[in-house]
């Protein structure tokens, strides 16, 4: 059974850092693209960032280029997002995700995934 287990979300305030944790369980690490997205209510779930678990190439979304940083630890099955810089509009529930096109949807801001967690709030207040 597929698992991926979010970790890390919490309150910041504006200018501040987080940094949230993927584990997964039940499921090919290796070969296949891991990432995450949020969604604040009342909006589309939006891609955020994702990388590939084989090599280290890594996709995101224009919003959070700069200041979102997407990692990976092999050993651990386990991927992780450096959130720097945190403004207001980061507020929302983010998932942690899994999918072969994972990685070419949140180019264009979007999440095209085949599994994904239960996840984590983030919440930036002003």
């Known amino acids: 059974q597929v698992q991926l287990v979010e970790s890390g979300g919490g309150s910041v305030q504006a200018g501040g850092s987080l940094r949230l944790s993927c584990a997964t369980s039940?499921?090919?690490?290796?070969?296949?693209?891991v990432g995450w997205f949020r969604q604040a209510p009342g909006k589309e779930r939006e891609g955020v960032a994702a990388?590939?678990?084989?090599?280290?190439?890594?996709y995101y979304a224009d919003s959070v280029k700069g200041r979102f940083t997407i990692s990976k630890d092999n050993a651990k099955n386990t991927v992780y997002l450096q959130m720097d810089s945190l403004k207001p509009e980061d507020t929302a529930m983010y998932f942690c995700?899994?999918?072969?096109?994972?990685?070419?949807?949140?180019?264009?801001?979007?999440?095209?995934?085949?599994?994904r967690g239960q996840g984590t709030q983030v919440t930036v207040s002003s």
């Open positions: 995700a899994a999918g072969a096109r994972l990685c070419g949807s949140v180019v264009h801001g979007r999440a095209d995934f085949d599994d």
């Open positions: 039940g499921y090919t690490f290796n070969n296949n693209c």
């Open positions: 990388i590939f678990t084989v090599g280290s190439n890594t």
